[in-house]
Nanobody, 122 residues
């Protein structure tokens, strides 16, 4: 089955940096639209960044210029590098994949990781 496993969350001071990795399995990764979402306390889940199979990226206005999403199709990983972090970036960050399962019948699905806590606080 498709699995997405996040790593790299934690506690960081305002202005600091943190990277999140998502390791995917069971999916045709090279053709998948990969993204990072977050859910801040008391808020709905929101898109942070996404990257297409061709490598083109899109970002939420709130993180433009501070966050960078990248993908490595050989390693089946997607990374979110977060710089100049602010307390309002505190959230649970979720990896998301929209793509085909690697096993037959190759169902197109919308898959989620378990989430990684990022806390920005002094």
């Amino acid at each position: 089955q498709v699995q997405l496993v996040e790593s790299g969350g934690g506690l960081v001071q305002p202005g600091g940096s943190l990277g999140l990795d998502c390791f995917a399995s069971g999916i045709i990764f090279s053709g998948a639209l990969m993204g990072w979402y977050r859910q801040r306390p008391g808020k709905q889940r929101e898109l942070v960044a996404r990257i297409s199979p061709d490598g083109s990226a899109a970002y939420a206005d709130s993180v433009k210029g501070r966050f960078t999403i990248s993908r490595d199709d050989r390693k089946m990983t997607v990374n979110l590098q977060m710089n100049s972090l602010k307390p309002e970036d505190t959230a649970v960050y979720y990896c998301n994949a929209l793509g085909e399962a690697a096993t037959l019948p190759r169902n197109l699905g919308d898959y989620w990781g378990q989430g990684a806590q990022v806390t920005v606080s002094s």
